[in-house]
């Protein structure tokens, strides 16, 4: 049997319905195969960085147990997105769903199609507020712990929606 690894994602949306697609999106990564959907963090609404004039965004954090490489996690990841209309028009643009792996067990990985840890995640309270709710002790390898990271991105909109 393949061993499971502990991986975190992160999900954003600001078109269309963010809530119900975040929900719907959760669904799909629980159906993924070989990975099993252990937490999710609660709703996020956050102010778009670096595109001020866009939609507030709506996000969260999941983890999963998975028995996929991490470029196939990230591959089916990105079915989901596609599968709820996201179209990669530039950066930073507005988007239906955004799926991104942001840790794969301890592994650090520095690839054309992927880097892990996410190289941004400590800078965004967007990722850091959600997964300190599901466990504020998690250390992102060469960073530091996720409570401990809060404080330096407080000046970040962010508000946890009910």
């Given at each position: 049997?393949?061993?499971?690894?502990r991986?975190?994602?992160?999900?954003?949306?600001n078109?269309?319905n963010?809530?119900?697609t975040?929900?719907r999106?959760?669904?799909s990564?629980?159906?993924?195969?070989?990975?099993?959907?252990?937490?999710?963090?609660?709703?996020?609404?956050?102010?778009?960085?670096?595109?001020?004039?866009?939609?507030?965004?709506?996000?969260?954090?999941?983890?999963?147990d998975?028995?996929?490489?991490?470029l196939d996690?990230?591959?089916?990841?990105?079915?989901?997105e596609?599968?709820?209309?996201r179209?990669?028009?530039f950066r930073?643009?507005?988007?239906?769903?955004?799926?991104?792996?942001?840790?794969?067990?301890?592994?650090?990985?520095?690839?054309?199609?992927?880097?892990?840890?996410?190289p941004?995640?400590?800078?965004?309270?967007?990722v850091?507020?959600p997964?300190?709710?599901?466990?504020?002790?998690?250390?992102?390898?060469g960073?530091?712990r996720?409570?401990?990271?809060?404080?330096a991105?407080?000046?970040?909109?962010?508000?946890?929606?009910?």
């Amino acid at each position: 049997m393949t061993p499971l690894v502990r991986a975190w994602i992160a999900l954003g949306a600001n078109l269309g319905n963010p809530q119900a697609t975040l929900d719907r999106a959760f669904e799909s990564i629980a159906r993924l195969p070989q990975t099993r959907l252990i937490a999710r963090s609660s709703l996020y609404r956050t102010a778009p960085i670096d595109a001020p004039d866009q939609p507030d965004y709506w996000n969260a954090v999941a983890a999963v147990d998975t028995a996929l490489e991490p470029l196939d996690l990230l591959h089916a990841l990105q079915k989901i997105e596609a599968s709820h209309g996201r179209v990669r028009e530039f950066r930073n643009a507005p988007r239906t769903l955004d799926l991104d792996l942001l840790m794969f067990g301890g592994i650090t990985l520095d690839a054309d199609e992927l880097t892990l840890p996410h190289p941004r995640m400590h800078l965004r309270a967007f990722v850091l507020a959600p997964l300190a709710e599901i466990d504020p002790d998690l250390a992102i390898p060469g960073v530091g712990r996720v409570a401990s990271l809060l404080p330096a991105v407080r000046d970040q909109r962010i508000e946890r929606v009910e």
